[in-house]
Nanobody, 125 residues
Framework: QVQLVESGGGLVQPGGSLRLSCSAS????????IAWFRQAPGKEREGVSC????????YYADSVKGRFTISIDNAKNTVYLQMNSLKPEDTAVYYC??????????????????WGQGTQVTVSS
């Protein structure tokens, strides 16, 4: 019954905003690292952002710093990714992932044990 479900993707114009949600069921998001990854056509999956539930430290890829914000709503057992000032190069399928809090390379896929199915984000005029 462990499951992660992403939502909030869609089509938006450059400069617009979207908020992605990752809802967890079957477990509580305590003492985990929760990350967002994305994969564009023809490219490898890359880490976008991560938050550690034990110390609330956040990490961002250089390409999204200052534009994206990751957060957790513990009451809803949900992680969010607020995406502002979106660019066409942000177009990708976005995935949330959950792993242990002790990894030191947050953007490596093998740090994570559970993955959602992804939500499509398209930034286009």
């Amino acid at each position: 019954q462990v499951q992660l479900v992403e939502s909030g993707g869609g089509l938006v114009q450059p400069g617009g905003s979207l908020r992605l949600s990752c809802s967890a069921s079957g477990f509580t998001l305590d003492y985990y690292a929760i990350a967002w990854f994305r994969q564009a056509p023809g490219k490898e999956r890359e880490g976008v952002s991560c938050i550690s539930s034990n110390n609330r430290r956040t990490y961002y890829a250089d390409s999204v710093k200052g534009r994206f914000t990751i957060s957790i709503d513990n009451a809803k057992n949900t992680v969010y990714l607020q995406m502002n000032s979106l660019k066409p190069e942000d177009t990708a399928v976005y995935y949330c992932a959950v792993g242990g809090p002790y990894g030191n390379i947050w953007y490596m896929e093998n740090e994570y044990d559970y993955w959602g199915q992804g939500t499509q984000v398209t930034v286009s005029s």
